[in-house]
């Protein structure tokens, strides 16, 4: 039986652990075992759809009335319900997808145990075991390695450099890494919460709301209501129980449940319950048509999110690129000799061939050579040599590793090609070519052959996504601002920046980034590309930025970007990334299309401009109802509604066109300041709305109507007024909206003349007197409310200029 003490560091294999090694290790918690996330969890969904403000007060005032006995006045209470089931259920639709894709995704750990190889879960893995790594296989957790047969490990997930890396023995294999060439053995040395690639998830799990302005206005309206609905509430309850009779009878009389009713109907006319119902119907409408474009939305107001950044960044590796590279060409040098073509065939044919020397197969066909001796490529000398036949020794490498000095004096035709061919970017290897066979002890020994002359310069580039500089056009006309970053040499960073059409000379060398986050805002705001970056930069060139004043974007796919992806205000993740990079975005691209972007902008953009519109009605509704709760209060008047009556206005005239207007085409581009443009109609509007049906039921009760038809009255005014407040905000008006309009004033003249809906809704004919009081303060309120909104678009276009000018400032 093999423990710990067997393993050599000389690459021996071993046996590797026994069933008892195994058993204690398992009983002693040190297994590879880690609750990683691949999507968020129930609990998370839960907590963002149901426990909020505006659930709480809606609860509190539905269930009021259903102990009082009045469920027929407790219609509002379905949308709170509706709001959270529609949240929960399209995150819930997110999570599955994720979970779903992690799952076809998972990998398989190969490992030694008992003399023999197995396969097992990841999370079977225990401390100490010897995992069999081979071409293909993901690295499960942190290993050291024992022994190496040209092991080449790809880190570009969790350091972004995308070369591949040579592993010899005592060379350490980094969990989430994948082996691209060689083969070899390592013992575990990390598992669970302590490896590395588990060490970013474990600060990216932290929950957090994406930012959004649309949900963070809304919920700062609630605050105002909630803070305002106590007094409101003890004011509007006294003055209703004094109607009913004062407090020393309402209980025996039983009038005070009529007094509840009236109170809980003021209070929430208070809460635009339509408005974040709307908000959700939105998102969620959005987060659906993103879906049938590839794109998955893991929270629904990330849907807006994309519309309000104003810089995005960009991971080159997985991003803008595919991950990997492709051969550019060969430029044969003055002295070539005949048969370097067959040569670099013979490279990309090799059995042991790492990624780059494949990339030749297709335009050097295999010539058949048989090497009789050969040193393999490693990237610590960075150079292979084969002797091929009676052609000589060829060395495929990299021009200073091979040449040195030569390789960058642009005197010499060598160093200036090399020169040449790499300032544009372009990777560059030398085939050069020696007379003599490789000895044994240049073999043993690693040497390079003597008389090695240059042959031909090949060159290999990144392959580009095709619909990378597409999209980075789009967004330089949308004036958003694009910072690429990458953990790769920043010329190289910045060559590809030029291919997609980002304008840059040099890139900026990572290594000297300043610590401090202002000076490091400094250097961001002057510079556009980056390398050499780490994972913690990334992060803290997110926040610099967003110290700014910067709405930021963050794409990525490796467990290297997960905390920058976190930390952005919105974090996009592709789907071919790491599933813990997956699990924090704000959204997927499930596709790996970049050219998506600017569909989710778009349909942000949508959502913002429609639910600004919208949220006027909303708002308006919002004011008059305070205006009225306090007016009521102060005057102690019993209040002209029912709840069920305000039912009926904000379906017809706030909620049903609402979700119609919510829905429409709308491309404008977001500006910031909605609430600011919203309150500044719905306030006054709202004002007169309340003012209007105080001086309405003061005069009718001077001429002594009764209290159905006081009701009624207040009712058809409240009905008439906000079709026309509806009118008014859809202008300029089209074939649609006048559809939906017209259809919300024959339902509302329905409501009125249908026994049935009558009886429900306590309608009764105000009588002569009240109507014409009625008919004169309608028309001061449509006039008045014309006033308004002549003054607010005034408002509007002047903000709209000052908000343009702040940001050309900026």
């Known amino acids: 039986m093999a423990t710990a003490g067997d393993q050599t560091a000389g690459g021996q294999a071993t046996t590797g652990l026994g069933e008892a090694d195994v058993a204690e290790r398992i009983a002693a918690g040190r297994t590879n075992a880690y609750d990683a996330d691949t999507s968020r969890s129930v609990w998370s969904i839960v907590r963002a759809n149901v426990f909020t403000l505006f659930n709480g007060i809606v609860g509190a005032c539905f269930l009021v009335l259903l102990l009082v006995g009045r469920w027929q006045d407790a219609l509002f209470g379905l949308a709170a319900f509706s709001n959270a089931i529609i949240g929960c259920v399209q995150e819930f639709r997110a999570k599955a997808a994720l979970d779903r894709l992690a799952l076809l995704n998972a990998p398989r750990a190969r490992v030694r145990r008992s003399g023999a190889e197995i396969e097992i879960a990841p999370a079977e893995v225990v401390l100490d075991d010897i995992l069999v790594l081979r071409a293909g296989d993901q690295v499960?957790?942190?290993?050291?390695?024992?022994?190496?047969?040209?092991?080449?490990?790809?880190?570009?997930?969790?350091?972004?450099?995308?070369?591949?890396?040579?592993?010899?023995?005592?060379?350490?294999?980094?969990?989430?890494?994948?082996?691209?060439?060689?083969?070899?053995?390592?013992?575990?040395?990390?598992?669970?919460?302590?490896?590395?690639?588990?060490?970013?998830?474990?600060?990216?799990?932290?929950?957090?709301?994406?930012?959004?302005?649309l949900r963070s206005s809304i919920d700062r309206v609630l605050r105002w209501v909630g803070w305002a609905i106590g007094p409101i509430g003890l004011l509007v309850l006294n003055a209703q129980v004094q109607v009913a009779g004062g407090w020393g009878s309402v209980f025996q009389s039983g009038r005070w449940v009529q007094a509840v009713v009236n109170t809980v109907a003021s209070l929430t006319a208070m809460i635009p319950l339509g408005l974040v119902l709307m908000t959700s119907i939105a998102f969620a409408v959005g987060a659906a048509r993103l879906a049938s474009k590839q794109v998955l939305v893991n929270e629904l107001p990330a849907v807006e999110g994309l519309a309000r950044v104003d810089v995005v960044c960009l991971d080159k590796t997985g991003t803008l690129t595919v991950g990997e590279i492709a051969y550019?060409?060969?430029?044969?040098?003055?002295?070539?000799?005949?048969?370097?073509?067959?040569?670099?065939?013979?490279?990309?044919?090799?059995?042991?061939?790492?990624?780059?020397?494949?990339?030749?197969?297709?335009?050097y066909p295999d010539p058949r050579l048989v090497a009789s001796a050969t040193i393999p490529f490693s990237s610590a000398r960075k150079w292979s040599a084969a002797t091929l036949g009676d052609t000589g020794t060829w060395v495929l490498g990299a021009p200073e590793m091979v040449f040195g000095a030569r390789a960058t004096d642009v005197a010499d035709p060598l160093g200036a090609a090399v020169t040449r061919l790499?300032?544009?970017?372009?990777?560059?290897?030398?085939?050069?070519?020696?007379?003599?066979?490789?000895?044994?002890?240049?073999?043993?020994?690693?040497?390079?052959?003597?008389d090695v002359e240059p042959v031909a310069v090949v060159t290999?580039?990144?392959?580009?996504?095709?619909?990378?500089?597409?999209?980075?056009?789009y967004f330089g006309e949308q004036g958003v601002g694009i910072r690429i970053i990458s953990g790769d040499n920043p010329?190289?960073?910045?060559?590809?920046?030029?291919?997609?059409?980002?304008?840059v000379d040099e890139g900026y060398d990572a290594r000297m980034l300043p610590e401090d986050q202002e000076a490091l805002a400094d250097v961001l705001e002057r510079h556009t590309v980056f390398g050499r970056v780490t994972p913690d930069q990334k992060k803290d060139m997110v926040v610099a930025l967003q110290s700014r004043g910067h709405t930021v974007a963050m794409t990525g796919d490796g467990v290297n970007d997960a905390l920058a992806i976190k930390t952005a205000d919105i974090g996009i993740a592709m789907n071919s990334g790491a599933a813990a990079t997956k699990a924090v975005a704000r959204l997927v691209l499930l596709d790996g299309r970049f050219s998506h972007l600017p569909d989710v902008v778009a349909e942000g953009r949508q959502v913002i401009a429609n639910i600004e519109r919208v949220s006027m009605l909303f708002l308006t509704k919002t004011t008059y109802a305070t205006g009225l709760a306090i007016l009521f209060g102060c005057l102690v008047l019993e209040f002209p509604f029912l709840p069920r009556q305000l039912s009926i206005t904000d379906g017809l005239t706030i909620g049903i066109p609402a979700f119609f207007l919510a829905l429409m085409p709308n491309a404008r581009r977001y500006v910031p300041g909605f609430l600011r443009r919203s309150l500044s109609f719905a306030i006054p509007s709202g004002i007169v709305v309340a003012l209007t049906l105080a001086g309405y039921t003061l005069t009718c009760r001077a001429l002594g109507v009764e209290m159905p038809q006081l009701r009624t009255g207040s009712t058809i005014i409240l009905a008439i007024v906000g079709i026309w407040v509806l009118a008014v905000l859809s202008r300029?008006?089209?074939?649609?909206?006048?559809?939906?309009?017209?259809?919300?004033?024959?339902?509302?003249?329905?409501?009125?003349?249908?026994?049935?809906?009558?009886?429900?809704?306590?309608l009764t004919d105000p009588g002569e007197a009240a109507a014409w009081v009625l008919t004169g303060y309608t028309i001061a309120a449509i006039c008045l409310i014309e006033i308004v909104r002549l003054f607010h678009l005034r408002f509007v276009r002047r903000d709209l200029r000052a908000t343009a000018a702040h940001r050309a400032a900026v």
């Open 140 to 213: 499960a957790a942190d290993a050291e390695v024992l022994g190496s047969r040209a092991l080449q490990i790809d880190e570009s997930m969790l350091t972004g450099e995308s070369d591949a890396v040579d592993k010899p023995a005592g060379s350490e294999a980094l969990s989430g890494s994948v082996v691209v060439g060689g083969e070899g053995e390592a013992r575990v040395v990390r598992v669970g919460a302590d490896s590395y690639a588990n060490a970013f998830q474990a600060e990216a799990k932290r929950f957090s709301m994406v930012g959004s302005e």
């Open 328 to 363: 550019d060409g060969a430029l044969a040098l003055p002295d070539a000799v005949p048969g370097w073509e067959s040569a670099l065939g013979w490279y990309g044919a090799a059995p042991d061939a790492n990624a780059t020397a494949r990339c030749l197969r297709e335009a």
């Open 422 to 450: 790499a300032s544009t970017g372009l990777r560059t290897l030398v085939l050069g070519r020696s007379p003599h066979p490789l000895t044994p002890a240049e073999q043993e020994a690693e040497l390079l052959p003597a």
């Open 460 to 473: 290999f580039r990144e392959q580009v996504r095709e619909d990378a500089a597409r999209t980075l056009a």
């Open 491 to 503: 010329r190289t960073v910045a060559a590809i920046a030029r291919e997609v059409g980002v304008e």
């Open 732 to 762: 300029p008006l089209n074939r649609y909206k006048v559809v939906v309009i017209g259809a919300m004033f024959i339902a509302l003249t329905a409501l009125f003349t249908i026994p049935l809906a009558s009886v429900f809704f306590e």
